[in-house]
DNA sequence: ACTTGACTACCTACCGAAAGGTAGGTAACG
DNA sequence: CGTTACCTACCTTTCGGTAGGTAGTCAAGT
């Protein structure tokens, strides 16, 4: 009652526990996405959130553990906006598109700042532990199936071409696509990631 | 003359200078590209070369401008191999195959475990100063620059589509090569890159 | 021929800051 | 009384970077 958070200037144990351990993973990935994992510290996670550094070991008791976690959330949640865009009625290529936007939108709604979680992180791949790596690699294995289905509807509603309906096909898409932002972010912003993503899609339709 | 080099066992003062500054960049270049620029330390590089870590700063003076002074060199080296492709006699579509062995090859001459240089320090943008920021996007200038020659080639001498030779579609090779290379590299390996590669090619030349 | 002084390429020893992480305590909740 | 969610205080290691010294090279001056 008396003890009140210096922050919010709400009573502390009122508030409910997944409050902070969600906030420290919203800070985490928010720095990670821009800066990369290396260049984050559990200061800065703290200092965002308005703890004790110490205090985030309470919540994980390692960085690598941290981002174990971070990186399972970030699975869960992509995954659902996947499924989204396969669960609609809509045309393989208008499926195509809506997952590029989800690309153009990391981009745009951050002042084309923001990479993609994995992305940035397959770039730091080495600092990640096993269960880490596992989860990235899960991340894109998820995105090419993903990717595979919208081709082979499009193959079928003549959308797209009908050959393209391949694994190696959707690898390429999603290479284009996480490049894409890679270079999008350091030169031309969302806006020519929105153009070399048409332009992919253009590539696959004619 | 009494004097011996611990490690070589050769006068040191007979040795030229740039050896060990070349060499020093050459260690850098390879950690940043296998564990990114954040992961790699002047102790890793004093370590690798045979000096201390304090006389890694008689050539650099600072972190920033030693990768600076790498990107700088790293830029000369890539724009000859871009210019040897360039000036030689062969199709359009010969050109661009050779320009993506390019990417292929720093993965299958590594065990699939280095990136591209600039591909790594775009995820770590924010780590460069403003020199070296400006010499990742002229790496991302010269190369799209090349591939937009190779594409015009290409329409002219009908071993590509002729539409296809925009600024935007070289923009989306290269941001497929990038994000190739780095899916690959923690995925499928130079034969998945190789795959993308050629799904590239034929997406452009049908 | 001999000395001088600038220069190069290292060295040892050290610095403050920041990193990830630990130990042990406290206050509220159920 | 145990659990949760924090705290202060402190640890070791590593980071980029500095100060100051030493041995050898080399060209100019006398």
């Given at each position: 009652?008396g003890?009140?958070?210096?922050q919010?200037?709400?009573?502390i144990?009122?508030?409910?526990?997944q409050?902070?351990r969600?906030?420290?993973?919203?800070?985490?990935?928010e720095?990670?996405?821009?800066?990369?994992?290396?260049?984050m510290?559990?200061?800065d996670?703290?200092?965002?959130?308005?703890?004790?550094?110490?205090?985030v070991?309470?919540?994980?008791a390692?960085?690598?553990e941290?981002?174990?976690?971070?990186?399972g959330?970030?699975?869960?949640?992509?995954g659902?906006?996947l499924d989204?865009?396969l669960?609609s009625?809509?045309?393989?290529?208008t499926?195509?598109?809506?997952?590029?936007?989800?690309?153009?939108?990391?981009?745009?709604?951050?002042g084309n700042?923001?990479?993609?979680?994995?992305?940035?992180?397959?770039?730091?791949?080495?600092?990640?532990?096993?269960?880490g790596?596992?989860?990235?690699?899960?991340?894109?294995?998820s995105?090419t199936?993903?990717?595979e289905?919208?081709?082979?509807?499009?193959?079928e509603?003549?959308?797209?071409?009908?050959n393209?309906s391949?694994?190696v096909?959707?690898w390429?898409?999603?290479?284009?696509?996480?490049g894409?932002?890679?270079?999008?972010r350091c030169?031309?912003?969302?806006k020519?990631l929105?153009?070399?993503a048409?332009?992919?899609?253009?590539?696959?339709?004619?």
């Amino acid at each position: 009652m008396g003890v009140i958070d210096r922050q919010c200037c709400l009573p502390i144990h009122t508030m409910p526990t997944q409050n902070t351990r969600e906030k420290l993973l919203d800070v985490a990935q928010e720095l990670i996405q821009r800066r990369g994992l290396n260049a984050m510290s559990f200061r800065d996670l703290s200092d965002s959130v308005g703890i004790r550094k110490a205090s985030v070991h309470h919540h994980f008791a390692s960085k690598t553990e941290m981002v174990d976690a971070l990186l399972g959330r970030y699975l869960q949640q992509f995954g659902e906006l996947l499924d989204e865009i396969l669960a609609s009625r809509a045309s393989g290529k208008t499926m195509l598109k809506r997952y590029c936007d989800l690309f153009v939108q990391t981009l745009s709604s951050s002042g084309n700042d923001k990479g993609c979680l994995c992305g940035m992180l397959m770039a730091e791949l080495l600092s990640l532990n096993d269960s880490g790596a596992a989860k990235v690699r899960a991340f894109l294995s998820s995105n090419t199936m993903a990717v595979e289905s919208m081709l082979a509807r499009g193959g079928e509603d003549g959308s797209l071409q009908p050959n393209v309906s391949t694994k190696v096909t959707a690898w390429m898409v999603l290479a284009t696509l996480e490049g894409g932002l890679l270079v999008a972010r350091c030169d031309g912003g969302h806006k020519q990631l929105s153009d070399i993503a048409s332009r992919l899609i253009q590539l696959l339709a004619k």
